[in-house]
Structure formats: structure tokens, C-alpha cells
């Protein structure tokens, strides 16, 4: 990416200004998230033994604060390096890419197309930023914000997550 990056780690799209136009993207920690979850259920390692690091290359220039896991190109080795501690072992590494070799989709068109009607779908009932449940539609009962709807998580009220809806 290229020009600057306007984004925080609570909101939902960050935006890129480039040769005064803006350009809204998904919130690239919120997309890791997910990933993280998928990983997770994948190879059956907590969340504990998974980090997430966002690596920008290209000319970006952050014009906000951003979390230590947000960088820029060379910024990646050196987050990766601040770390002392050994998450896996060499078998637990060879274990866990063989689990995701394996379950790795065929890249190709078809792979395409089904990943971005899944996305579609989940747009249309997001999952919660909690706990990765589906989400649905409620109508607030009381309070200031009475009677009007936002996506209230389907594991309510083990799992009190909520979005606005847009």
C-alpha cells in the first residue's frame, strides 16, 4: 500500500489517503482475528501459541498510532525478534504445517469464488469479534439507544458481543 494509513485498533475499516483521495479498507488486525480462529481450529493449538503480525510493504506511511504487531517491511523481523521465548518445537512446527498442508483448498477460480460467497454470506450475518459465533439482528429494549437494532451475538449471555449495524 502506498500514501498514508489513518486507523486505530478498535475501528472496523481503517483508511488510505493517496493523492487526495480516500480509500476505505477492512481493519487488517479484525481480518487476522479471523484468521488466527481458523488457524486455531485447523491445527487445534491454542491462541496463546498464535500471534499475529501485519507486515505493510510498499510506501505506506501510519499517521496514527499502531499496535507493535502493525509494521512495515523490516519492522516484522525486528517484532518476530522481540521475542525470547520458543512457542513450538521443530516437531510441533513440522506437525502443524503438515495439518495445514492438508487442509489447504485447491488453489484456483473455484477456491475464489467459494471464499468470496462465504464472505458474502458472513456480511450479511457477521460473526462476533468475541468469540467467532454468528451473529443476528436484536432490538435494544431500554437504555438510550431503545429501539434501535445492532448484531447481538447467537451465545448470548455466555458471549455479550455486539456491532453496530451499518
Known sequence: MSGWIFGSA????????FHRRK???QNPLRQNFK???????????PD?????????????????????????RAGGVMYIRSFDQQVLSADETSTVLETIRAGRLA??????????????????????PKCDHLMVKRTA??????????????????????????
Do not use: D
Open 107 to 128: 488453489p484456483g477460480l473455484a477456491t475464489n469464488r467459494q471464499h468470496v460467497k462465504g464472505l458474502r454470506e458472513r456480511k450479511r450475518n457477521p460473526a462476533c
Open 23 to 25: 480509500f476505505t479498507f
Open 48 to 72: 496463546s501459541k498464535i500471534h499475529s503480525l501485519i507486515i505493510f510493504t510498499g510506501s505506506a506511511t501510519f499517521k496514527t498510532f499502531m499496535p507493535a504487531n502493525v509494521t512495515r
Open 35 to 45: 484468521h488466527q480462529k481458523a488457524l486455531s481450529a485447523l491445527t487445534g493449538l
Open 141 to 166: 429494549k431500554r437504555g438510550t439507544q431503545a429501539g434501535n437494532q445492532f448484531w447481538g451475538c447467537t451465545a448470548f449471555p455466555k458471549c455479550k458481543g455486539t456491532l453496530p449495524i451499518e
Open 10 to 17: 478498535n475501528n472496523s475499516k481503517w483508511t488510505q489517503t
